[in-house]
């Protein structure tokens, strides 16, 4: 079984577009509109925003938390907590073994919580 789609609230379509093609550092790869669907491919992965869904969290890949953090409030999210370490992995089960896996966490233009996830070596 793979993760096929994830679905976050968007009340305002065109403003969540702009938000995640900033922060994604990509445009989105389907716009339905109507019904009000736009959708972003995440390597094989679609992140969905839709008016009629439900908040949720989600975590996002970044290959520079630093970097991606600022780059979200641009586009204007608001930062809810500054990059962390959290974790250090040292063996394959949640991450590559190695790493320490630095977080932050934003919200987004529509009120959603997105965690920013990067696996940093050392």
């Keep these: 079984m793979k993760l096929v789609q994830v679905g976050q609230h968007a009340e305002d379509l065109q403003r969540a577009r702009r938000f995640y093609a900033a922060l994604l550092e990509r445009e989105a790869a389907a716009v339905y509109d109507p019904p009000g669907l736009v959708f972003f491919d995440l390597d094989g992965v679609r992140l969905l925003l839709d008016r009629a869904l439900a908040s949720s969290v989600v975590y996002l890949e970044v290959d520079d938390v630093a970097a991606a953090v600022p780059r979200a409030c641009a586009a204007g999210g608001v930062a809810e907590t500054e990059p962390h370490a ?37």
């Design 86 to 122: 959290i974790f250090r992995h040292e063996d394959d089960t949640l991450g590559p073994a190695g790493t320490v896996e630095w977080q932050a966490f934003i919200k987004d233009t529509e009120g959603n919580l997105v965690g920013l996830v990067e696996q940093r070596r050392g």
